[in-house]
């Protein structure tokens, strides 16, 4: 005679991991996260289930990530990276909590000492501006993005979305359409970036709907394409550096010490609030004690009753 087995009734309302992450991405779908944003989520949690190998959602507790999280460290991750799977992996435990799937955890970011950053000098500058002399089409578009990173601190992510329709010559302005708080934005196009780019749309043929920094097929470069060709091109020209990043931090540093205001170096670099332009600022103080006594009040003041 067979047996019935019998199923636990606890067991039928438990989710697969699968399941809850597929729910997971249609939930982020329906909120309308951009693809890229979706894609970083499916990676952390891909990453998460293969380390751990848990079959169902309520088996993730503080003391399993704990132990992943510990696990990464002894292999030698970073903080840095791990605080950036973590953003994502709590984002997910938020969601299958709230929906019951397991309970609630709450997995807190470790603290890192924040690195300085050492922006591009004015000497690998002078190099990587130099305007190319060769007829490689890719060197002149790489020579071209790099003149725009240090004239507007824009993110690599807006760039890649630029179109030449986007860039107005006339009144001098630049439409920002794809940002990361969503908010489209304008901001200045400068003399020397304007006679920049117009040399460059001389060395090839476009109409205003194509992308500014294209594929040699017309398509939006991607991020990591864009990035490798910036490392083979500062490679080429002596320049160790090779973060595209650190353009937007250079572009930063140099606009705080020709004087310019925080809040309109907020509106240019995109920020929702103040606080990561303060970080700039904090961040170069001593480059900027150089000329302190040059431009501080007081001492110009006293300056001038001496002389009087």
Known sequence: MRRMKIINAEEV??????????????????????????????????YFHGKTGIRYVD??????????????LEAGKKTSSLNTRIRGLRVFFSFCAEREYMKPIHPKLMKVDKEIKEPYTDAELKRLLKKPESNRWAEWRTWAAINYLISTG???STITNLKIEDINFEEMTIHLKQVKNRHQQFVPLSPALKDVLLDYLKTWEWTRSDYLFPTYEGKSLKVRSFQCAIERYNKGRGVSKTSVHLFRHTFAKNYILAGGGMIQLQALLGHSTLDMTRHYVNLYGTDLQKNYARFNPLDNLMKQVEAS
């Open 13 to 46: 309302r438990r989710t697969p991991y699968t399941e809850a992450a597929n729910a997971f991405f249609k939930h982020c779908r329906v909120k309308n996260l951009r693809p890229r944003t979706i894609n970083y989520y499916k990676e952390d949690l891909t």
């Open 59 to 72: 088996e993730i507790t503080q003391e399993v990530f704990d132990d992943f999280i510990f696990n990464e």
């Open 154 to 156: 824009n993110r690599l």
